[in-house]
């Protein structure tokens, strides 16, 4: 038997890799689907695009419904606040998402130039909402997020949905938006050739230097201008889930003390920052399976920063500081941890070995005349 606080810190990693590796996968194709209709200059090149990522983005989406599982099933005091309070942000995600099966599947039933734009542009909506929604969620992470725990542990949320968007929240939204669309034009570098690659390669570079200046500017936010959340008192990392038994304070500078504790953990941000100026360089020299490893990693280090800086809150309360929810006194049982624990150590590898052969069997240039000559097998 695993010991209970082992368990808890191993499934902190876990859902940390989920959210990486949904960031990484369909952050591909979502980057794509939010440069459709800008990148595209007609029909052809749009259909490249779709194409290009078409036998993949429905896999992807494996990694979207593994992490809201696993987070009901490790943290399930934390997904009830997370699902109340930002019920409208996932309702807007979920529909957002809704579009994108309609759109792949119908906009190339009908050949009519109006039909297929209105498509594209839903295709557009249904990939760029979802990061940017994602993105605001974690800067309010980062702030502290208005709810309370009564005393029969019935989590309350007293914000509102555009309290969610404040300057900071919008400032890591567009951070989001700009990292995917990174990693989409370095794929789309990898996978096209002519007029279409061009352009690719150079949103790729805009992109990466972009994305580096703004986690720059929201690291220098947080610093100046963004207090912490430390647990002073009562905190049992063997304990039961009772969030209420601990003593938080917010302090000045606390989401760096990790980082002043152990130094190792800056890789993350220096990742962060290092990796899109690097793509940019490597799709400039034409190093494109590089520039692709070097968005990966972009992502990588920005989505597990603020996760290193917030250990070990989840989700900290601004409204009732000793509610907010901690790895150790917001999870679920030993038994429960367990049960998952083994069963995602058989299943996770095969999605990792499923997704790798896939990836490497459907490779290879899409090009303009391939589209033309199979027009009525794909997109």
């Known amino acids: 038997m695993i010991d209970y606080e082992i368990l808890k810190a191993i499934w902190w990693l876990f859902i940390g890799v989920l959210l990486v590796g949904f960031t990484i996968m369909d952050g591909q194709d979502m980057g794509v689907g939010s440069l459709l209709p800008f990148l595209g200059k007609n029909d052809t090149e749009r259909r490249i695009m779709i194409n290009s990522v078409a036998p993949h983005w429905d896999g992807n989406q494996v990694w979207f419904i593994t992490g809201g599982g696993a987070m009901f099933a490790a943290w399930p005091m934390m997904y009830a606040v997370a699902f109340s309070g930002f019920y409208w942000a996932m309702l807007v995600i979920l529909l957002a998402l809704m ?7 119908y906009r190339s039933k009908v050949p009519a130039e109006r039909w297929r734009s209105s498509w594209d542009w839903l295709l557009f909506l249904g990939s760029a909402i979802p990061p940017v929604i994602c993105g605001v969620a974690f800067g309010n992470l980062l702030q502290g997020v208005p709810f309370e725990i009564d005393a029969t542990a019935r989590p309350i949320y007293t ?16 951070l989001a938006l700009a990292m995917i669309i990174f990693h989409g034009a370095n794929y789309l570098a990898l996978r096209t050739e002519g007029d279409l690659h061009a352009r690719a390669v150079k949103v790729s ?18 610093w100046a201008g963004i207090d912490g959340y430390v647990a002073t008192a009562g905190l ?34 220096v990742i962060g920052v290092l990796a899109p100026l690097a793509g940019a360089v490597m799709v400039r020299a034409g190093r494109y399976w590089l520039a692709i490893l070097c968005s990966a990693l972009t992502l990588l280090g920005i989505v597990l920063t603020p996760l290193g800086a917030m250990f070990p809150f989840v989700m900290p309360s601004s409204t009732m500081l000793n509610a907010g929810l901690t790895v150790w006194d917001c999870t679920s049982s030993q038994l429960t941890l367990e049960i998952m ?20 069997v459907m490779s290879g240039k899409l090009t303009g005349e391939y589209i033309e000559k199979n027009t009525h097998s794909l997109y």
Do not use: H, M, Q
């Not at 009772?242 to 953990?265: D, H, I, M, Q, S």
């Open 341 to 360: 624990f083994f069963v995602t150590l058989i299943f996770l590898p095969i999605v990792l070995f499923y997704t790798t052969w896939a990836y490497r």
């Open 159 to 174: 914000g509102s949905f555009f309290g969610l968007l404040n300057p900071f929240g919008l400032l890591c939204g567009v």
């Open 236 to 269: 049992d990392p063997a304990g039961p889930a009772n969030p209420l038994a601990k003593t938080v304070e917010v302090v000045e500078g606390a989401w760096f003390r990790n980082y002043a504790a152990c130094p190792v953990l800056w890789v993350l941000p």
């Open 205 to 222: 570079s805009l992109s990466g230097v972009l994305t580096a200046v703004l986690f720059v500017l929201g690291g220098v936010w947080v």
């Open 99 to 105: 579009l994108r099966p309609l759109a792949f599947d």
